[in-house]
């Protein structure tokens, strides 16, 4: 891949445009994969979101190809459409989704396939190098991977940025967020940098400046990956985040029974638990060898879960939180393939 992304002139942010795409993942569960494009000057760059991409059916072998993708308004309940282009910075989207001040690669389209091209046949087609500061299964997916990416279409309050909508979103967001809530803070200092770094320039002084705010987002990152991993609200945080979804439900889907209410928690709480203890496993043991445990337990437990919901919530309010989680078949939260090589490294 050629290095060094095309700069951007001092005070003409938005220049080019972003788009999100998703493919379906084949497999035995419902599962999407979703990535992003920019478009400037003329040329297409791809931020594939630890996998692959597809602008057209069957490109690169995809099927169930969806781009351009509709971007919604990041509510969980009366989402809006908000189109399929939203105006951007391209080195903000290379630099959030390389994580670095500083992106080493411009990520043309053709560029991928020569990359590909040279790996051998397990590692074409996936990019852990597009990671956007999430530590995948741990953080999210690739579904806040794109998401974060999106961050640059605005100068700030990243968190209502439109988002890309996969069916399969529907149901990781209740895990994840919709950009990777356990490190979200971390992510918007380095977007915040990225940022000002297009807005003023690469001069010495501001980058001088700008490079300790690089530090500071993995140093942040580093320690709330160390904090939830620990867990030392012993499940009150994530309680709380289940109590706030609950009670933004619109009136006609509000759960009534105080004891089902009860049950989604203590279910959520007992899946979050045993989540925890998986993304110790593969981050702090060593593990090299754990990654197919890790992703048939954490898939086996969330599909678990969604069911236990399914059996306590109005049938219209599960519909509605999960609308494509169908009655008897898996959810793949996590897919095997896309997980890091090794998780310790991450954190060193």
């Not at 057209?56 to 099927?63: Q, V």
């Not at 009366?78 to 690669?105: E, H, I, K, T």
């Not at 320039?201 to 001088?208: K, P």
């Amino acid at each position: 891949m050629s290095n060094k992304p095309e700069s951007t002139p001092q005070g003409n942010f938005f220049d080019c445009t972003i788009k999100a795409g998703y493919y379906d993942f084949i497999g035995p569960g419902i599962a999407q994969h979703t990535f992003a494009i920019a478009e400037k000057n003329g040329n297409t760059y791809a931020m594939p979101c630890f996998g692959s991409f597809a602008l057209r059916e069957e490109e690169r072998g995809h099927r169930g190809v969806a781009y351009r993708a509709e971007l919604w308004s990041p509510w969980i309940i009366g989402s809006q459409r908000q189109g399929q282009d939203l105006p951007a910075n391209l080195s903000v989207a290379l630099g959030m989704a390389q994580f670095n001040l500083l992106p080493g690669y411009d990520w043309k389209v053709a560029d991928w396939d020569t990359y590909w091209a040279g790996l051998s046949a397990p590692l074409r087609g996936y990019s852990p190098q597009s990671w956007a500061g999430i530590i995948y299964g741990v953080h999210g997916v690739c579904h806040q991977a794109c998401n974060r990416i999106l961050w640059a279409s605005r100068l700030g309050a990243f968190n209502y940025t439109p988002v890309n909508w996969p069916p399969s979103f529907s149901a990781s967001y209740w895990a994840y967020g919709f950009y990777g809530g356990a490190t979200e803070y971390a992510a918007t200092i380095l977007a915040t940098a990225l940022v000002i770094k297009a807005l003023l320039g690469e001069s010495n002084e501001a980058m001088d400046r700008l490079k300790r705010s690089e530090q500071l987002a993995r140093d942040v990152m580093n320690h709330q990956t160390r904090i939830g991993l620990a867990d030392h609200s012993e499940g009150a945080i994530r309680q709380h985040q289940v109590q706030v979804i609950l009670d933004r439900l619109p009136q006609d889907l509000q759960i009534a029974s105080p004891s089902a209410v009860t049950e989604i928690i203590r279910f959520d709480r007992a899946f979050s638990k045993e989540k925890l203890t998986l993304d110790n496993d593969i981050i702090l043991t060593n593990h090299t060898n754990y990654h197919d445990t890790y992703a048939a337990e954490l898939n086996g437990k969330f599909s678990e879960l969604l069911q236990k919901f399914r059996q306590v919530m109005p049938t219209e309010t599960f519909n509605t939180l999960f609308p494509d989680v169908p009655v008897g078949r898996s959810f793949t939260l996590i897919e095997r393939k896309l997980m890091h090589e090794d998780y310790r490294r991450l954190l060193d």
